[in-house]
Every structure is written in structure tokens, then in C-alpha cells.
């Protein structure tokens, strides 16, 4: 259904926002009145990643009059394939500077606030009560709850968005909606957050780098109908998308009969290194001690295509599909230690977990080949 404009209109438009904003002008229900309301919105952007970057370019070009981006990374030459707010001469700044340089370029009279830190419980809410919307474009679930618990208790609107190799999911929800409006969260979608080791991320699984400009241009127009009140919201609606089949899909989303409570700040969005219970683990350094000794059993449970772009010295390549189900065991040791790696460590404690469960001596590489990398 219709929700009433989040944002009251701001003052008349200058001669120079009217002439970038014609094109919004001549639309029915948008006209000067939204774009009054867009250049009086404040909106947060959470994550200057691939979809934090689309979202922001095009809500800096609709004439949103203050974007907050919230970001503790730096750009990485791998970020390039999708974060398209970014570029070459960027590497190794911090994203909230490449984010500000990009939407100034685009339009100097953008304001952008930076926030060059990891949301933590402490001061999630001093930072996204700033918003009157908050954007989701975040790759891990513990920031994802944190954001959306946040939202909850501010009654601030959220506009979410998730991709994985060729398969994404956008929606908004609102935990406080205006009377009438049946309250939707993260919760009501997945109630508790899947354990660290079972849900790979973008740099173990991959990721199509336009997809993530499809879904990010979905999550600035809704952001946009939120803003204006214009169209229906994707509020109890769920896109989701297979990029490979060119197929929406929607599915509904209805509140849940009962949800963990979020009344208080959940633990700081920080993804640590996964564990499992009798699974021991080594760090790249002392890996790196090991094979200057000569005698290890490393093997790397990613797949081909990962191994080909960078990998371990002397590792040996076992994907985590054989491992699991069993057609590698045959010619692994059962006489000597086994060291498994992957990308970032979730995959190669999941395999490192089968092994020992079958009987092998096998240990985790903490970090993956990132923190080797990292280390070198």
C-alpha cells in the first residue's frame, strides 16, 4: 500500500537543482514538491561496497540533500569488479573518502558526511538516529542484524539488499511504520543469524559485479518512493532475483507471530574468526614457520578458478565439495597432520570439522589465503 512521504518538502529550488532535477520534475506524483522532499532528505548509506556504491551515485544524482556513508574499509584493486563508486587512483584509501570525492564530482551540493568506522552497539544509534533512512548495503550478518535492530528501535525505515554470486534479495523494512502499516524486520525474514562458517561471503563464494548495480539501482528507487511518498514501497515484499535466469520473483513477507526481542544493542557487528569446538587452529604466521621447516600437508579447499588467481606455496588443491562428500579422503594422509585453507577460514573449518570427524589429524589455516596475503 501507499505510505505517506517520509520527508517534509525543503525550501524552493535553487535555478541550478532545477535544471538537474528536470527530468524528476516532469514526473506525475514526484514533480517539484518530491524534489523538494529528496533535497530535505538525510539518508544513511551503510557499506560503500557494490551495492552501497550504486545506491549512492544515484541518490546523489536524484538530488538526496545529505548522505551519510558508514565504512571502515579501504579500497582493495579486487573491489573495482563491482564497487563502482570507486576507482584505480582510489586504491588504498578509505572507502568514505572515495565515496565523498565520487558524489562531489557528481554534484558539489550534496552534503556527505563520512563515518570511517565499525558500527559497534555503542554507537550504532548515535550515528543512524542522524537519518530520517537508513540503507543497507552490508555483506555479513552480524552487521546486518546490528543495523536493522537499530532501525527497529529508532523507528527508522531500512531499505536492505543482499547479493551472492549470481542470486540477490532486496526488500525494506520498518519496525515502526505509520498506523495502519503492518511492522516488518530482518527477523521476520531470517529470526536468528546462520552460524559464521555456513554462509559464505562474496570473496569465498563470488560475486557478478553488475549485479550488484541491478539490485542497488532497486534499493535507490525505493529509497526514493520512501522519501517522496511515491508508488508502493517494497515494505512485506521480498525481490529476489536469479541474474542467470533473468527471473524476479516475489515473495511476501508478513510479521512474524513472535521474534527475538531488540530492545537493547546487540554485540558490535564484528565478524570474527569462525570456531568450532575441537578443531584447532594456526595462524598464517605460524604457517609460514611450518612450511620454512619443509614438512606440512597444506591443502586449499577452494575451487579452480580461486586457486588460479593466488594461492598458497606448495598447497594442495582439494575443493570443499570433495571433502564433503568423501570422494577426496581416499588420498588424504591419515599418518600426519592435514592443514586446510580456504579464502577466509569458513570453508576450511568446515572441511578441517568433516576430516576430523573422520579420523584425520586435520587443522585449521585462521584467515585463509586473505590474511596470507595480508601478511606478506
Known amino acids: 500500500m501507499p505510505l505517506p512521504p517520509l520527508v517534509d518538502p525543503g525550501p524552493p529550488l ?53 548522505l551519510g556513508v558508514v565504512d571502515d574499509d579501504v579500497v582493495d584493486v579486487s573491489n573495482l569488479q563491482r564497487q563502482v563508486i570507486h576507482g584505480t587512483s582510489d586504491v588504498g584509501r578509505p572507502k568514505v573518502d572515495s565515496a565523498r570525492d565520487a558524489i562531489a564530482a557528481l554534484d558539489p551540493s550534496i552534503e556527505v558526511e563520512v563515518h570511517a568506522t565499525r558500527l559497534t552497539a555503542e554507537n550504532v544509534d ?34 536492505w539488499g543482499s547479493v551472492l554470486r549470481f542470486d540477490a534479495q532486496t526488500t525494506v523494512f520498518w519496525g515502526r511504520p505509520p498506523a495502519g502499516v503492518a511492522a516488518v524486520e530482518l527477523r521476520d525474514l531470517f529470526p536468528t543469524p546462520p552460524p559464521a562458517d555456513q554462509v559464505p561471503s562474496c570473496a569465498e563464494a563470488g560475486v ?33 532475483l536469479d541474474a542467470l535466469r533473468g527471473r524476479w520473483q516475489e515473495v511476501p513477507l508478513r510479521p512474524a507471530r513472535s521474534r527475538p526481542p531488540a530492545s537493547a544493542p546487540v554485540a558490535a557487528a564484528r565478524v570474527d574468526v569462525p570456531r568450532a569446538p575441537g578443531v584447532p587452529q594456526v595462524t ?22 580461486e586457486a588460479a588467481a593466488a594461492s598458497i606455496p606448495g598447497a594442495r588443491l582439494v575443493p570443499l565439495a570433495t571433502v564433503l562428500d568423501g570422494s577426496a579422503l581416499a588420498d588424504l594422509p591419515r599418518d600426519r597432520e592435514i592443514l586446510v585453507h580456504c579464502q577466509v577460514g569458513g570453508r576450511s573449518l568446515m572441511a578441517a570439522q568433516v576430516l576430523r570427524d573422520a579420523g584425520f589429524d586435520a587443522t585449521n589455516v585462521v584467515g585463509g589465503i586473505a590474511a596470507w596475503l595480508d601478511a606478506r
Open 14 to 66: 535553487t535555478l541550478d537543482q532545477l535544471a538537474r532535477a528536470n527530468r524528476h520534475l516532469l514526473l506525475p506524483g514526484l514533480g517539484a514538491d518530491g524534489q523538494r522532499r529528496l533535497r530535505a532528505a538525510r539518508v544513511c548509506v551503510v557499506g560503500a561496497g557494490g551495492l552501497g556504491a550504486p545506491v549512492l551515485q544515484y541518490l546523489a544524482a536524484a538530488g538526496v540533500g545529505t
Open 284 to 305: 598464517v604466521d605460524e604457517l609460514a614457520a611450518l612450511l620454512a621447516d619443509g614438512d606440512v600437508y597444506l591443502i586449499d579447499v577452494r575451487e579452480p578458478a
Open 208 to 240: 557478478l559485479g553488475a549485479l550488484c548495480g541491478q539490485v542497488g539501482s532497486v534499493m535507490a528507487v525505493e529509497a526514493v518512493k520512501l522519501v517522496t511518498g511515491l508508488g508502493e514501497p517494497l515494505l512485506g515484499r521480498v525481490l529476489v
Open 126 to 159: 548515535d550515528i543512524l538516529g542522524r537519518y530520517d533512512l537508513v540503507v543497507d548495503g552490508t555483506d555479513n550478518f552480524p552487521t546486518r542484524y546490528l543495523v536493522n535492530d537499530a532501525c527497529v528501535r529508532l523507528g527508522i525505515p531500512e531499505v
